[in-house]
Every structure is written in C-alpha cells, then in structure tokens.
C-alpha cells in the first residue's frame, strides 16, 4: 500500500486505527480517578487544597493526546517505509537483473535495488517488465507491479554467465520508447553487453546500477604444487582501490585444511597466495574459495588431475602368504601417501579406471584389456624379473636383448653399479641420486638409437635401468629391475618414492581415455550462484568423454564435480581469468552503484514516539489524579535515596577475575601450540592439537575446552600447562622479546615441547645437530638434558608406557636432568623429540587420522595417543606418581612384606592404564 512517498509494507496493521472511536468511548465514559486526600493523625489538614472539583470526564486535550498515540502505533506496525523523491518514476518501469555468477557477491543490494524501484511503481500505479540475463524470456511483457514484486522475491543467482545478447534480442522486438529503464547489471563483460545498452537507449530514460569495487568477486588463476605445498594465483576486476581478503582451502568433507591471506595494491589485478601442507594435506585439498566472494566464479573446484590419483597394482593369482617378501608391498608403501591405491587382478582394477597400473613381474599378464588400456590413454609401470626375462612380451617401450634363455636375458655383475646422473629429458632430472643405491642385477635392453631415445635412467655403465615410450593414446614405463629388493636396493630408499611421484605428475596429464568418445561423465555435484555445492537439478545432462574439455557451462552442463566410476573430474565456472573484462561504463547508458536509492523505514521512529507520549501521558495522569504532590522538590530526596540503594544491591558486583584484569578464558583449561608462520605445519599442530584434547575429554577427568595458537612475542603464556613447538630445520631465529617470554614461561614451571618431526631422517639420527633447533634454542635457558628413564614420571603418569611415539617411534626423547624443588613440582621444562607426535595426534572432524604413520612399533596410533595422555597429565599434575619409586620402602615401613609394589614400567604393547 502506498501513499505519496510512503509505503506500508504491513499494510492491514492499519486496521488498527479503527478501533480509535472505541478509544474515543472508552476515554469518554471512564473519567481520571478521583483525588484522594491523606488524613494521617499527626499531619490533620496539612496542604489541604480546598478546590473539591471532580471532573465527570476526561479532559479533550488528554483524550486528543492517547488517540494519537495508538495511531502513532498502529501506524508504526503497519512498517512504514519512505521512498525518497528521486525515485520517482512517471512512467513505466522496464528492470533488467543480471542473475548470473558475477553479481552473487552483490545479491541482496540487487534485490533491494529491485524491490525499491518496483515499489514506487506500484505507488504510482505503472506496470513493470521484469527481465532476468541467464536463460531470459523470449518476449518479455509489461505486468502489475505487484506480481513483478513476488517474481523478484523467488529469484536466486545462477552458476551461469549472463546472456545480455540474447536480453537485447527480446528488447528490439519491445516497445520501450515511454518507460524509464534501469539495469541491475553484474561485474563482467560479455559479447552482447554493448548490444543491451543500445536496447536500453531506446527508453525514454535508461541507467545501470554496478557493484563497488569490493562487491565484485575475485577469480581464481593457476594454481600449481611447490616442495612444500602449492601457489594459488588470484585476479581481480577492479583494480582502483586495496583490497585484502583470505582464502580457504577445503578438503571434499568440508573441513578447513589451510587459510592464507591475499593482498590487492592499488592498480594490482593479480596476486597469488602460498600454502605450506605436507603430501598427505595437499593431496586431500578439493576447493579453494575467497572469505568475501559468495560467487560460483570465485570458486576453484580440484579433481583427480590435483592431489591423489587412482593407481591400481596387478596382484598374483595365488599370494605368497608372506606381504613382506612379496613385490607388490614396496610398491604400495612407496604410493601410499600420494595415491590412492587399488590392488586386485587387472579385470577387478578395469572397473574402477585407475589412472596408472602397476604391473609388477609376479603378476605379469598381457591381455587386450591391458593393451586397450594402455591405447585409451592410460600409464601402465612395469617391473622386470624371471618371467620378462623368460619371455619377453609386446607391451614394453623397447626390444629387450634377446628373446630367448640361451641369451640369459640377465646380466649379472661381482660388483654392484650404481645410477649414473639423470640426463635433462629426463622426467627424473634433479632427483638427487644417493651414493648407497646400488643394482645387482637388470634385464639388458636392445642397444641402439631407439633405446637410448626411450632412455629415462641409466647405470653409471651406460645401461637402461628405466625406459619409457608412448603406446597409442598411454605410456609404458619399464623398471629393467624388479619391484623388491631381489635385483636392487632402489625399492627400499627415498630416490624410489620421488621417481614413482614424478610418474604420478605424468598421469595427471595423460589424455582422456577412450578417444573414441565412449563413456559419460555423470554430474555428481554442482554449484549454485552462490558458490556451494549441491546436487543437480533435472536439467544436467551427463558429458560425453570427448566433449569433456572443451565444454562450456550451461543449464544442461552445469559447474560441479562430474564423475565416471572413481573418476571425478571438475569443470569450473572460470577457465581464464585474464580474458575476463570489468563491464565498467557504456555509451549512452548513465552508471551509478548500488545504494543510490534512498529508502527510509519510519517503524522505528514512530514507536520511539508513541513511547515517548507514553511517558508524559504517565506524568500527566500523576497531576490529574492529584499525586504530583510527591514530586516535589523537598520530597525528591525521600524518592532519590531508597532508589540508590536499591540500585546498589541489585547491580552486579565485578568478579575477582574482573577485577584482577584476568582473561576469562583463561579460567578455562586450553592446550596450546607455538605458531611457526608456515600454514601447513600450524594446520597440523592445532589438528594434533584438537586430537589431543578429544582424547583427553573421552579417557581422563582432565576436560580441555580448546586449543590455542599462540605467539611468544604477543600472547601470554602462563596459562598453558605446555606449548608444542614444532620446530623445521629452516626454523629462524627467535627474537629477543620471544626468547625471554619463553624463559619467562620455563622459569615460571611451564613445559615446552620441542619436535623436530624428523626421526626418519639418517642423518640426524647419526648426531648431526639440527640447525633450526640451535637456532631456535640460541637464546633459551635449556638445562643439562638426558634421555628419559625407564622409571620416569612421564612413562607412568597415566599410562604404562616405555616408548613415545608419533609418525616414527625410533627417535629418542630428552628431559631435564634435574627437575627438584618445589617450584617445578618434578616436572621437567624442556621435552626434545623428533617423532612428528603432531602426525599421530592429529585427526579430522570425524576422528579419522590424518597422516600415515610408519608402523614402527604394534598399535603405533593408540601408543602416540597414549603418550599425548601421559604428557598432558604429568604437565598438570606433576611428579604426583612419582611415589611408585619408593613403594618398596614404604609398604617395608608399613610391616606390609606380604604387598608387592606394581611394576612402574610394562612393555609398551600392553599400555595398562595405572
């Protein structure tokens, strides 16, 4: 309902105001109560007024008073709204919305945009043609206002580009020359937004609101793997202004894996973010989105091409009964972090499409499924042995050295040769080579220029090792030495697992299989206009694979996650960023942004008022009645005075905590960690971290409430039991105001847990010091340390243990040689390790761990968790068990000879609780 500039957006509220004649009677034949006159026996006739006058009914003045007080209210409900006059319109309205990605991050200041302009059509009574940019109607119409306004309310922005050509179609075959037109427009140009604007001209009047620079959403670029993590490159459309936002790295359950902030300077359109995860992280991010742009365009969906690959390994028909001795174990150890790995017969693997098989010589078969495979696109690994040296077949990259056992097909030498430097064509150039990798015995290719074409590694003789060759479509790449370790060491070291990565990187980029265009891609989950994944509507139509790269996004093939049995492959909104273009202004078109329409709700302000006549009707009716007496001057103190003291009973009283200035979450128990700087290692940390506290909740009366990363230089420490401190070997230095808080903290008997994570490393375990913990310990006071005792407090605190692992269990652990007084209560200020126990504690939010451990020691996950309990408790409660030491002598103090004390320190793989 409207009225002038007035809009009610309540309207039957105003049903109210009939019920003022009631008022009116009400009012009229209930006169002011009758003035009463005190007669105490000490004050007789005191300020006795003799004027005895009684009013028969209300005063006019009072009565005209209330009744425009419930008007004022019932107006109020009504929702009043005022539409500034330069909103106006004398003519019809024709409003264009763009509904595509690009204008998500605007959405709500569109729709109010919308709904102001169509409202003050309806005030004056025009029709409105309602336009929508993604799949728009073929003949657009003039309609009632009214029902452009329930349109407007049903809309939501699409995963899909504008189609402004196909907008300016609909309006040449449009009468528009006497109506004023507004386009809500979105941030990007397309081909046919000139075309829109020239349709738009032809109105009597014609403007176009846009998003402020901060309202247009970002796009997403490259995005590639580093040594530590990987690089995410991001652009922007509007370059005038800073702009600084985070982005968020998810995995495919919605968990958070990393944040890092991006940072836009003036006239900047690219920039780019790093985030620092170990293998095991990395591989599970599956979307990277922005903090503020609730955008499909924004958002950058990962697939099997990043992260972990299908890789299938052939198995023998009949297992050997031993999984050590067998040639598929290495193998599948060497992968485990960086694939996800499939093991059966080659007809149980076909079905779920790895991208690589691993063909190991036990298990060797040569099938046309396996050459179709291999033709398709597909990576098929092969390893040497017996039976290629036996037989050799057609799926190798080149002709091995004779083709029968009269040959030998093997060569064997009496001194082992070692890997000669890996040539620049090589997809193993840079790998270092470690001088302890030796071969005993190879399966000889044919000599000649072909084999050294095919050629990836060779022995320092000059020999192949590792040849390769494409084979239709795939790739065949053949190890001349078998997978375990019969003919070589090369599958027990670390050189093994960087050249089965670096063939993993070749998968992600082998074509798709089945050029011949058969099979569908399946959408499984697609994205809103908002950026949130969902499931698909009826209109998504599966992709055939060899449309699959060159489709573009429409209603029928939206953007999501496509799948093809295990398969997932990802079709984004944004391909190439750098080819998109702000729509910035047109000819012609007059520009101005979102929020020029003034529109001023009167609901609050009328009932600020109505309250207000509330309270002086409240004073007037103390007068009328003849109470106003009690406020006078002389008897204010008499009103003033039990107020106070009711004020200061009933206020709250500040708390110690309050008053002390302490942290109130610091009441509370938290565990704590000491942030690096590098998002992966902190992600990790507080994922050990939450892990800790889950166990801690579930097993022990101890009941942390969170985790906390904290930095030395800022933060308060003491509030802490202990800080895990992860430490890198690239570790910097602390300063000099973090060094003294931690030697403030340590002095102050709190414990800091250093981790080198690095106990799989020989080098370290051989002595060599560890240059970032040097670095870091430079300026702290660490005491004189030992290894930790057999009958130590921590082996006892809880548990029953004797080791103390995390990802590697053979790493020692160093404590404080001596921990007496009472200050430190037997507990020691510094604990060094290198077992990564992050990668044992850490879990997800299902409680799912995630790092593999290296399964050193039987239960290797439950004894790391265990140990996190132990710590935790004798951090808090000190050397309390400690007295298990002198039991003897005090049950022989006692006369109790027939006791026995209980053994402080059981093997590790009972772990009795105490």
């Known amino acids: 309902m409207t009225l002038g500039p007035l809009t009610f957006l309540a309207p039957l509220a105003l049903l109210g105001l009939l019920a003022l004649p009631l008022v009116w009677w009400l009012l009229r034949v209930t006169p002011p109560s009758p003035k009463r006159q005190p007669f105490p026996p000490l004050r007789i006739l005191q300020d006795v007024i003799t004027d005895e006058e009684t009013p028969d009914s209300t005063p006019l003045w009072l009565l005209l008073f209330r009744l425009l007080m419930v008007a004022l209210i019932a107006i109020a409900l009504a929702r009043p709204v005022f539409l500034a006059p330069e909103t106006e319109t004398n003519r019809p309205l024709v409003l264009i919305i763009d509904d595509g990605w690009d204008t998500a991050t605007n959405w709500n200041a569109a729709i109010e945009e919308a709904e102001n302009l169509v409202t003050e059509a309806r005030r004056k009574n025009f029709e409105v043609m309602l336009a929508t940019t993604v799949a728009p109607a073929e003949m657009p119409i003039f309609a009632p206002a009214e029902e452009a306004l329930r349109a407007i309310k049903s809309l939501s922005p699409k995963a899909l580009p504008p ?74 459309l509007d370059t005038r202004s800073p702009r600084t936002t985070e982005i968020t790295a998810l995995g495919r359950d919605g968990q958070v894996l990393a944040r890092g902030d991006i940072s836009f300077a003036p006239g900047e359109s690219r920039t780019e973010v790093k985030f620092e995860l170990p293998a095991e992280l990395r591989n599970r991010v599956s979307l990277l989105r922005p903090s503020d742009s609730a955008s499909a365009g924004s958002v950058r969906l990962l697939d099997d091409s990043w992260g972990r690959p299908l890789v299938g390994i052939i198995t023998a028909a009949r297992d050997s009964g031993s999984p050590l001795l067998s040639e598929p174990f290495y193998t599948r ?11 059966g017969s080659l007809d149980e693997l076909l079905t779920v499409n790895p991208g690589v098989i691993v063909m190991p010589d036990e298990a060797r078969t040569d099938t046309p499924e396996l050459r179709q495979y291999v033709e398709d696109g597909g990576l098929l690994i092969r390893f040497s042995g017996p039976k290629v040296a036996k037989r050799p077949d057609n799926l190798l990259p080149v002709r091995l050295r004779g083709e029968g056992r009269e040959f030998g097909g093997a060569l064997t030498w009496e001194d082992p040769q070692m890997l000669a430097p890996f040539e620049s064509n090589s997809p193993f ?112 139509r599966p992709i055939p694979e060899a449309e699959l790269i060159d489709t573009e996004i429409s209603r029928q093939t939206p953007p999501g996650l496509y799948r093809q049995g295990a398969r997932r492959r990802a079709l984004n909104v944004v391909k190439d960023p750098e080819s998109l273009k702000d729509i910035g202004k047109l000819p012609g078109v007059l520009t101005d942004t979102y929020g020029q329409t003034e529109k001023r709700s009167l609901r609050g302000i009328l009932l600020a008022l109505a309250l207000l006549m509330l309270g002086i009707d409240a004073l007037f009716a103390l007068f009328v009645s003849g109470r106003q007496v009690n406020l006078r001057p002389r008897r204010i103190h008499e009103k003033i005075i039990p107020l106070m003291l009711v004020s200061i009973f009933i206020a709250p009283l500040p708390s110690h905590a309050a008053e002390a200035g302490y942290d109130p979450e610091a009441l509370e128990l938290h565990l704590a960690y000491i942030k690096t700087g590098h998002s992966g290692t902190d992600s990790l940390s507080e994922a050990a971290m939450l892990g ?129 007084g009472a200050a430190r209560d037997g507990v020691s200020s510094v604990i060094i390790g290198s077992n990564n126990w992050a990668a044992g504690w850490a879990q997800d939010d299902d409680n799912q761990p995630l790092v593999d451990l290296e399964r050193d020691i039987v239960n290797q996950r439950e004894m790391s968790l265990r140990f996190g309990v132990n710590l935790a408790m004798y951090a808090l409660a000190g050397n309390y068990k400690s007295d298990q030491v002198h039991a003897a002598a005090l049950v022989e103090r006692l006369g109790r000879q027939e006791l026995q004390p209980r053994n402080p320190g059981p093997s590790p793989r009972n772990g009795d609780n105490e």
């Not at 692992?805 to 790493?811: D, F, L």
Request: aromatic share 8%; hydrophobic share 40%; proline share 6%.
């Open 163 to 236: 189609a402004h050509s196909d907008v300016a179609t609909a309006l040449d075959n449009t009468d528009i020359t006497g109506a004023n037109a507004v386009w809500l427009s979105g941030s990007i140009l397309t081909a046919g937004t000139d075309e829109l604007a020239i349709a738009l001209n032809t109105a009597a009047h014609s403007k176009r609101l846009v998003p402020a620079g901060e309202a247009k959403p970002l796009l997403p670029g490259d995005i590639e793997e580093t040594a530590n993590g990987f690089r995410s490159v991001w652009h922007r």
């Open 429 to 540: 150039f840079g790998l270092p080579i470690p001088e302890d990798v030796t071969v005993t015995r190879q399966i000889m290719a044919e000599p000649g220029a072909r084999t050294d074409a095919h050629t990836w590694a060779r022995l320092q003789d000059g020999s192949p090792i590792v040849t390769s060759s494409t084979f239709g479509n795939g790739r065949i790449v053949l190890f001349h030495v078998t997978a375990g370790p019969e003919w070589s060491n090369l599958a027990i070291g670390g050189l093994y697992v960087d050249m089965l990565r670096r063939m993993l990187e070749m998968a992600r980029s082998t074509p798709s299989r089945s050029s011949d265009g058969s099979g569908n891609w399946a959408p499984e989950r697609v994205l809103t206009g908002f950026g949130h994944l969902t499931n698909p509507g009826i209109d998504a």
């Open 692 to 820: 800790l506290v889950d166990a801690l909740n579930r097993r022990t009366t101890i009941e942390p409430v969170g985790v906390r990363g904290v930095d030395p230089e800022t933060d308060p420490l003491v509030y802490y039991p202990f800080l895990y401190f992860p430490v890198k070997r690239d570790a910097s230095a602390l300063s000099d105001v973090a060094s003294a808080a931690l030697n403030d903290y340590m002095a102050g008997a709190g414990t800091i847990v250093f981790d080198t994570q690095d106990a799989g490393d020989q080098s370290f375990l051989e002595g060599t010091t560890h240059p970032g913990l040097a670095r870091i310990t430079e300026n702290l006071d660490i005491p004189r340390l030992i290894e930790v005792p057999e009958d130590h407090v921590l082996t006892k605190s809880f548990y029953l243990i004797q080791v103390f692992p995390g990802r590697w269990a053979n790493g020692q652990v160093w404590v404080d040689r001596n921990v007496n």
């Open 333 to 343: 150890t060497a992968l485990t972090p960086y694939a996800d790995l499939f093991t």
